[in-house]
């Protein structure tokens, strides 16, 4: 039983990472690294909070909005640490190199190392693999899907969400 809770806490713990990244919640994405943890990101490496700090940043100067998601998880799980991988899958809008409105969709996985300490489990090492990276002049969305929330819209405040499960 303790390890199906272990696994169902890395997986919450890997969720809220995509989650804390697409909102650029520096504080809710430093709680998930150990104070000592490493990163190497491909636009970051070191450690984990000086990570969140500096992708948080990037996050509102260079993205319209981003969506990342995550499929295959999978972790080995020994007492308190677990060392595993997660794939993910990420789009985004940005203002490409021409000024003209931009797609990105980028594929990869993270390796990582987790240790549970003081009964909660934090990354102690993650990186990334980037398989597949693509950029693409991005077209309207209404032309393909009339009832989706534009790129170039702020993202569903907090509050809407919460009120939606109320």
Same mark, same amino acid.
């Given at each position: 039983?303790?390890?199906?809770?272990?696994?169902?806490?890395?997986?919450?713990?890997?969720?809220?990472?995509?989650?804390?990244?697409?909102?650029?919640?520096?504080?809710?994405?430093?709680?998930?690294?150990?104070?000592?943890?490493?990163?190497?990101?491909?636009?970051?490496?070191?450690?984990?909070?000086?990570?969140?700090?500096?992708?948080?940043?990037?996050?509102?100067?260079?993205?319209?909005?981003?969506?990342?998601?995550?499929?295959?998880?999978?972790?080995? *799980?020994?007492?308190?640490?677990?060392?595993?991988?997660?794939?993910?899958?990420?789009?985004?809008?940005?203002?490409?190199?021409?000024?003209?409105?931009?797609? *990105?969709?980028?594929?990869?996985?993270?390796?990582?190392?987790?240790?549970?300490?003081?009964?909660?489990?934090?990354?102690?090492?993650?990186?990334? *693999?980037?398989?597949?990276?693509?950029?693409?002049?991005?077209?309207?969305?209404?032309?393909?899907?009339?009832?989706?929330?534009?790129?170039?819209?702020?993202?569903?405040?907090?509050?809407?969400?919460?009120?939606?499960?109320?």
């Amino acid at each position: 039983m303790r390890e199906l809770i272990a696994e169902l806490e890395i997986h919450t713990l890997a969720e809220a990472f995509c989650r804390n990244l697409d909102r650029a919640d520096e504080t809710a994405l430093k709680s998930l690294f150990h104070q000592d943890s490493f990163i190497s990101s491909g636009l970051f490496t070191g450690n984990g909070q000086s990570f969140a700090s500096k992708i948080c940043t990037v996050m509102k100067t260079v993205f319209n909005q981003t969506r990342h998601n995550v499929t295959n998880i999978r972790y080995d *799980i020994d007492g308190d640490s677990a060392n595993g991988e997660t794939h993910m899958v990420a789009v985004g809008a940005i203002t490409g190199w021409d000024g003209a409105p931009a797609e *990105i969709l980028v594929s990869g996985f993270y390796v990582d190392r987790l240790d549970r300490r003081d009964g909660t489990w934090k990354f102690t090492e993650r990186r990334f *693999i980037c398989e597949n990276a693509v950029q693409r002049p991005l077209g309207t969305v209404w032309d393909v899907y009339p009832f989706a929330v534009p790129a170039d819209d702020a993202p569903i405040p907090e509050e809407r969400i919460t009120e939606f499960w109320q």
